[in-house]
């Protein structure tokens, strides 16, 4: 079987577990399924498990340090039922998780085990964890427990470009006050959601928003509008959650300091820095070169708007990019990734390990 093959088959078998932060054995049964999958390498499987979150650590040899790290989640958001099944489509594989990101893992895991299959004994790690998408404290904290490499790839999907920037991630919580009435004679009272839009009306007067054309500006985007009172009450509390993207020049501290002047009740939730590089380094330029010539036309170097576990390696001062396969729709009822591009994704890492990593010679 073609690794181009296997990738696909074990992609579509790692789907198949509803790998949900609100089914932690779909989670338990998946990892089960990827040790049993090693069963037969030389692979060192350690597994482990951070403020209830299980994950993988697969090595060659025993060791924090390692000169390529790779890093995957198997996490993923919920869906309908039928993504849970993969689709083929022409060059397209569709369900859950294809783009974001099991098809990726199924590469990595692949790859990983052929070399080892080979006798070969590289100092690369793959750390697979299962909060990504639910804040990422599986390799946060994995990272500062001395899991690092000289250089990390985060296997997020890129189309095959380096992903060498992203925004930092802050989400907060805003709760508002007013007074119940009964809702017929609202002057009686004072409406906890109606100070709530206000609010947000002037989050949006002071930061600025991105737009299609301008993307690198911050977003302040409601993901959550919540008020308990009944239906014929005037609510005297409300809250709603902000997903807040930020950038260089509005840093998650300048947003924070913005919603503290206007005196709004704010509860942090989430606080994540930017991916920051330089792309100078020696191990960015030789990914490029080698996916250069694998792909045949030279890759770009990009920035996103969203957020990846990159950021705890970055803020290390550790080089690390997310790279990885072409696709789209992840976190929709289409998502979906494209087949002969998770092949070139494979070939792009086996040379860079074959190439770049000293070990592998050894």
């Not at 073609?2 to 932690?24: N, S």
């Not at 790279?323 to 086996?350: N, Q, W």
Request: proline share 3%; aromatic share 6%.
């Amino acid at each position: 079987m073609t690794p181009q093959k296997e990738i696909v088959q074990l992609t579509a078998e790692l789907v198949a577990f509803r790998t949900t932060a609100d089914r932690p054995d779909q989670i338990r049964a998946c990892l089960e399924y990827i040790k049993a999958y090693l069963a037969d390498t030389p692979l060192i499987v350690q597994e482990f498990k951070l403020l209830g979150k299980p994950g993988l650590v697969i090595s060659f040899s025993r060791g924090k340090q390692q000169e390529l790290l790779l890093n995957g989640h198997i996490d993923v958001v919920d869906g309908f039922d039928t993504q849970f099944t993969v689709t083929k489509k022409g060059n397209q594989l569709y369900g859950r998780g294809t783009n974001d990101m099991k098809a990726s893992v199924a590469t990595m895991l692949v790859l990983l085990r052929r070399i080892a299959l080979r006798g070969r004994k590289p100092r690369v790690a793959l750390l697979l964890v299962s909060d990504e998408e639910t804040g990422g404290t599986g390799t946060c904290e994995l990272a500062r427990r001395g899991y690092l490499g000289d250089f990390v790839i985060v296997g997020e999907q890129t189309k095959l470009r380096i992903e060498t920037k992203h925004k930092g991630h802050l989400a907060v919580r805003v709760t508002a006050y007013g007074a119940s009435s009964h809702a017929s004679r609202p002057w009686l009272g004072s409406n906890a959601i109606e100070k709530l839009i206000k609010q947000l009306a002037r989050i949006h007067a002071e930061i600025p928003q991105a737009t299609r054309s301008n993307k690198w500006l911050p977003t302040v985007n409601v993901t959550s509008f919540v008020s308990l009172s009944p239906s014929n009450v005037t609510p005297s509390k409300a809250e709603m959650v902000l997903d807040i993207r930020t950038t260089e020049e509005w840093s998650n501290r300048r947003i924070l300091n913005v919603l503290k002047r206007l005196k709004f009740k704010v509860t942090k939730l989430h606080d994540g820095a930017m991916l920051k590089n330089k792309r100078k380094d020696s191990h960015i330029r030789a990914l490029r070169r080698i996916a250069d010539r694998v792909v045949g036309k030279k890759r770009k170097y990009v920035k996103s708007c969203g957020s990846t576990d990159a950021r705890f390696f970055s803020a290390r001062g550790i080089p690390v990019v997310s790279f990885g396969s072409t696709g789209g729709k992840h976190h929709t009822g289409s998502e979906y990734v494209e087949i002969d591009a998770l092949g070139k994704f494979y070939r792009i890492l086996e040379s860079y390990i074959r190439q770049h990593v000293q070990s592998y010679a050894t």
